[in-house]
């Protein structure tokens, strides 16, 4: 996607968007020398949040002024609103990685991004409602498919964060998508960053984990297991034989 004078590998969004099990892998975005503005695979608006996706690979090959990032690029800053990235996989294996920029205000929490260190970063522009990582998410090898679904990548069994992510609501008002704020108890919303009380949630149908959002392929999110990214955690199991004499 071109828009003025900047290159958007997958998306670039206006308006009130949330972005949910989604798997973003390989894309390139690339500019001219004179580009003005950016160059990346996702140009965030001020109401924009990515919630359970992967983004796996994704890079830019030369953009004007310094205006880059191989993933993630915020192009305002609204002081009515943040936009969030939750339960969440930013990575790559490309030297020079850089996941994000500029961080004007955003949302972060039960994410990982490689490179990324928010503890860097002042807390007026970022606002953690959870945990960041940083560590290799260990991530299958190759884009997976199934049969009536959007292919989807999802975690290794060894990876840090199978349980790592935290429950994900579709208010019954349209009003979006809801994630709890591990610092307030409140529930905030992913795409602008609004917070509401337990009680507000409740009225929205937010808060129940029997009703979370389901994972990209249809199943129920475990409770208390949830993967980060687009997919359920692999299921683990055991046989046992008995030989009896």
Known sequence: TLSSGGAYSALYVNGKVSVVNCTFADNMATAADNATYAAA??????????????FRDNTIEFVGSDNAADVLYQRSADSRTRPGVVNTVLFSGAAGYVPVWPLKKLTL????????DPATV???????I?????QDPKCRAAVEETPGFAPALGLKPDSPYLRAGTPLWEANDGSGFYVTNALTGNFRCVADG???TAAAAAAKGVGDW??????AWGAARRHQAIALGPLNAPKFGMTVLIRCL
């Open 41 to 54: 695979t996702v140009s965030l608006g001020d109401s924009c949040g990515l919630a359970n996706c992967v």
């Open 109 to 116: 929490g039960f994410t990982a991004i490689q490179g990324f």
């Open 122 to 128: 002042d807390t007026e522009t970022v606002v953690q």
């Open 130 to 134: 959870g945990e960041v990582w940083t």
């Open 194 to 196: 609004g917070e509401i």
């Open 210 to 215: 029997r009703v979370q959002v389901p994972d």
